[in-house]
């Protein structure tokens, strides 16, 4: 009833270990700048926290050494060998139009995912040179796949389609897809669980480092502010999300370089690129509080579009029961939930302070008594999704 969950990538692997009994973690960590000459772990187990730093030259040798913390940390290593993990849970990122859900992996599988490495060329590879080492190294389990992308599929034609040449769709596999799906599909659950709802609507908003906002009809996503690649939607720490494609020609023709534009689109666009402080909202505010007016900018631009999509999605479902915040921003930080929140009364959402303070660590109401909608704050937790999905999957 041991499930590991492995999350590579494209320079880095994550993983957590649950007990699926009561879906306890029993272990977590982080190996770090894989491929340099000097690599930083964190191992933490029981409350207690490992820190080493150790040449990890690739993946394999990265699930080589999460394996050997795992049972050989501490006088009492979660783990008494790496026989006792009964399944893998492995994070992919893009599932294309190919998986509608989690699958148990096989050689036919990887081929599949291989085939979508255009669609991801910076996460897919890495995926797949997690799975080969999975499997190299914990060969006596079934491993599982779980996408980014299959909670999308349930978005009408209408909803992922461009405006562009049908065939580029067709042929050239052009279309919205959607990402931070584990995410979502998390909160949506547990969203259900409070309200007392199996299939509820639902806009659910992920906001951190990357940001994505979710419109979800009877418990299925019908809409998400992401698209091709996860660069589409709202503002995030680096990426510039929606903008004018015309941009692109109008600096290329200036003389810039198209991988130029593209670097500074990713990482040097967003709350950074704005701010000119850092990608890191906190330091961003901090900024802002002491009259720094471009960080006081990038916040109002922040919420600006979050309301935007909020505001669309909401007259998009007519009827919604709750709105969902989630990740580090949307989880820990008030003053942004209640800048995106702001007299929104005319929609049936009315903000109590109080509850908007309330500590994080748990499912918050964060909305009034008197809000038709509810608003809740509920962390979320995708490598649980994830080893959930194993679980199910193989016993």
């Given amino acids: 009833m041991t499930i590991l969950v492995i999350n590579c990538g494209s320079s880095s692997i994550k993983y957590r270990l649950f007990d699926m009994r009561d879906e306890r973690e029993l272990a977590r960590g982080c190996i770090d700048r894989i491929g340099e000459s000097v690599s930083e772990i964190e191992h933490v187990c029981g409350g207690v926290v490992v820190r080493v ?26 783990l008494a060998s790496v026989a006792a993990i009964d399944g893998v849970g492995h994070r992919v990122v893009h599932g294309g139009e190919s998986f509608r859900e989690s699958v148990v992996i096989d050689n036919g599988v990887i081929a599949r995912i291989d085939g979508l490495c255009e669609l991801a060329p ?15 190294n914990i060969g006596h389990c079934p491993h599982v796949a779980v996408f980014d992308t299959t909670f999308f599929q349930t978005m009408p034609r209408h909803a992922y389609l461009y405006a562009l040449p049908y065939e580029w769709y067709t042929e050239k596999r052009i279309r ?10 998390y909160v949506s659950l547990v969203a259900a669980e409070l309200l ?5 609507n639902l806009v659910t908003l992920h906001l951190g480092n990357g940001c994505s906002a979710t ?45 130029a534009v593209h670097e500074a689109m990713e990482n040097r666009g967003g709350l950074l690129g704005l701010s000119g402080v850092s990608r890191d909202l906190r330091d961003v505010h901090a900024a802002a509080q002491a009259g720094n007016e471009r960080a006081a900018l990038a916040i109002d631009v922040f919420a600006h579009r979050v309301r935007k999509y909020l505001g669309a999605f909401l007259v ?8 969902v915040f989630t990740g580090g921003i949307g989880e820990g930080a008030a003053f942004m939930r209640a800048k995106i929140l702001a007299d929104l009364e005319p929609v049936g959402l009315t903000l109590d302070a109080r509850r908007n303070e309330a500590p994080a660590g748990g499912p918050f109401r964060i909305s009034a008594d008197a809000s038709p909608i509810e608003a809740w704050v509920i962390p979320t937790n995708e490598e649980l999704m994830i080893a959930r999905d194993t679980w199910r999957l193989i016993r």
């Fill in 53 to 78: 730093t150790e040449p990890i030259r690739d993946y394999e040798a990265g699930v080589r050494c999460l394996l050997r913390l795992l049972t050989r940390t501490g006088e009492n290593p979660p």
């Fill in 316 to 323: 998009g479902l007519g009827q919604c029961d709750a709105v």
């Fill in 122 to 136: 910076l996460h897919n590879p890495a995926n797949l040179a997690g799975i080969a080492a999975g499997r190299h």
């Fill in 176 to 185: 919205r897809y959607g990402f931070h799906g584990t995410s979502h599909r």
């Fill in 196 to 200: 007392g709802r199996p299939a509820p």
């Fill in 215 to 259: 419109c979800i009809r009877g418990g299925q996503a019908v809409d998400h502010s992401m698209g091709l690649t996860p660069l589409e939607g709202l503002v995030m720490g680096t990426r510039c999300g929606d903008v004018d494609p015309a941009i692109v020609f109008h600096l290329t023709r200036l003389g810039m370089e198209l991988d």
